[in-house]
């Protein structure tokens, strides 16, 4: 399977934001059926992360705790927030927030003390069989310690993204077989 880096996608929500950083990592799909939507790759996106993804996330979890910052709700089940989700403005999924939405996009993200940001998950219009997902995100610093903070997440963030965009789409593959 393979991926590319792009440009933030000029369709996306995002393209219009101004920001301190970004990426955008773009794969392709056959959906024949046109079967998988946006709610579908959303709740693909937090299912089908890779084990090594997870377990940073809770390393991440235990050390900002203890500045204060974010770490997402613990009162329902990941697998309960998955099945009931809408994807509708203001929803939640751990640390992640809906802050927009159209048909084929969902904006997520977090704002913080240290830092802003926004994850677009953007599905392309089917085109002989096929669709595209891209995964974008964009970053605001607030202070010095959002720069200091994303310092070290930056080359992290740059092997998950393509790891998550991997996953989403060998997931998705399984359910249009």
């Not at 996106?45 to 940073?56: D, E, N, Q």
Request: glycine share 6%; with cysteine; aromatic share 12%.
């Amino acid at each position: 399977m393979s991926f590319q880096k792009v440009c933030i996608p000029r369709e996306s929500l995002l393209s219009q934001s101004n920001y301190d950083y970004s990426d955008s990592f773009k794969a392709e799909f056959t959906d024949k059926e046109n079967t998988i939507d946006i709610i579908t790759i959303t709740k693909t996106f937090f299912s089908a992360s890779p084990g090594w993804i997870g377990k940073l996330f809770v390393l991440r979890n235990k050390i900002v705790s203890v500045f204060g910052l974010k770490t997402g709700s613990k009162t329902k089940s990941k697998r309960e927030l998955l099945n009931n989700f809408k994807g509708q403005i203001g929803e939640r999924v751990g640390i992640f927030k809906v802050f927009d939405r159209s048909d084929s996009e969902i904006i997520l993200g977090e704002d913080d003390s240290h830092l802003n940001f926004r994850v677009s998950l953007l599905l392309g219009p089917k085109i002989d069989d096929k669709k595209d997902f891209t995964i974008s995100t964009t970053v605001n610093f607030n202070n010095w310690f959002g720069k200091l903070y994303f310092l070290p997440v930056k080359p992290f963030h740059r092997l998950i993204v393509p790891a998550m965009l991997k996953s989403v789409i060998k997931e998705v593959k399984k359910r249009t077989l």
